[in-house]
């Protein structure tokens, strides 16, 4: 084996100063070249939330991130990827892909008021009154937690429950108060001015209500209180604030029957009489088992009554009263439902109203 062997020692020296430069140089370029960098381990944001490229590198060491500031797209939720670029002290770019997630843990907020008043009847839409917003800006469902009743007076607390496509949800607490039907005042509508009464009739409850003006203006008075039929499963009267027009001592009815003293509430409905199988004086021929249904839904769609109260609607209320018909299960504070008379099927006088005011009635 044969040595490297040095001729002079200025040979030797440059020898070592040439070897000693290259390997410092190399030292050096390799340095310069170098990237040192950590990324943030399975790097998670929240939707619609702003974070630069930077966010994802938990240090950089050495090297520069090109466009750091840069924004990441978090606008939807989902697993995604970036390519970044880092440039090192030589200027050489080197471009790698990170990956990070995308994510909803944000509840929906919800805007509204705490507190909803409504009166019985009232055409109610309840999450009208509720918007919600998610971060995510994708759609929120709303719905409503509780039992209320929206046809029965009360105060009831219900949650309005927002949830948004990730399933988070928020819940708003809201007091519902439901009121007594509201009752025009002598000035609330042009049909009513001047009108000395103003009827309600609660279809659930098969009952109608006839109110007077009080001192202050409002129809606050109970003038009278009469059990009913209105309309059957299938046949039910119409719900709505209407006028009476027309009145008719006798009417010809669906099914080939005879209303007595009949006032028209609107279009083909009216207050009447339960119906007669023949017309006119006397009325001695009544559907005495229809009149057994007073107090239950039973007519084509008319409010039936007793005969003497039917006669004083016909006697008593004008044209243009106003007329409510709406659903309640209960009745305002201090009424009491009337109690219908039964006709005895075998009763030789069961052909005559018991009420009808007629002389020649055999009940009176």
């Not at 080197?94 to 929906?108: A, E, L, R």
């Not at 409510?324 to 219908?340: F, R």
Request: proline content about 5%; hydrophobic content about 35%.
């Amino acid at each position: 084996m044969k040595f490297l062997k040095f001729k002079t020692k200025k040979n030797k020296i440059l020898f070592f100063l040439i070897f000693g430069i290259t390997f410092i140089s190399a030292i050096v370029l390799f340095l310069l070249s170098h990237i040192d960098y950590v990324l943030v381990e399975n790097p998670v944001y929240e939707v619609n939330t702003e974070n630069t490229l930077f966010t994802l590198f938990s240090q950089v060491n050495v090297g520069n991130i090109k466009d750091q500031d840069t924004l990441l797209d978090t606008k939807n939720v989902g697993e995604k990827a970036q390519d970044i670029t880092i440039i090192n002290q030589l200027g050489i770019e080197t471009t790698i892909n990170v990956p990070y997630s995308v994510v909803d843990t944000t509840p929906p907020d919800i805007a509204g008021e705490t507190e909803l008043s409504f009166a019985v009847d009232d055409d109610i839409d309840i999450l009208s009154h509720f918007t919600a917003e998610d971060n995510s800006l994708q759609k929120v469902s709303l719905k409503i937690d509780g039992d209320y009743d929206l046809t029965r007076a009360g105060e009831y607390t219900i949650n309005i429950i927002a949830k948004d496509e990730s399933n988070n949800e928020s819940i708003k607490e809201v007091t519902l108060k439901i009121t007594e039907p509201i009752r025009p005042t002598m000035a609330s509508s042009s049909t009513s001015i001047g009108a000395t009464y103003y009827i309600e009739v609660n279809r659930r409850q098969n009952v109608v209500i006839v109110y007077s003006r009080g001192q202050n203006g409002n129809y606050s008075n109970i003038a009278k209180v009469f059990v009913a039929s209105t309309g059957a499963p299938g046949s039910e009267t119409p719900l709505g604030t209407y006028t009476t027009s027309d009145k008719y001592e006798s009417l010809y009815l669906v099914g080939n029957v005879w209303g007595h003293y009949a006032v028209r509430i609107n279009g083909p409905y009216f207050f009447h009489s339960v119906p007669y199988f023949t017309k006119g004086a006397p009325w001695n021929n009544l559907e005495y088992l229809e009149y057994n249904k007073l107090g239950q839904g039973a007519s084509a769609g008319c409010v039936r009554l007793a005969a003497a109260d039917a006669k004083w609607i016909y006697d008593n209320i004008g044209y243009g009263t106003t007329v409510k018909i709406y659903d309640s299960d209960s009745l305002p504070p201090g009424i009491i439902k009337p109690t219908a008379i039964k006709i005895n099927e075998n009763s030789q006088n069961r052909g005559w109203d018991p009420t009808d005011p007629d002389p020649n009635n055999p009940w009176l």
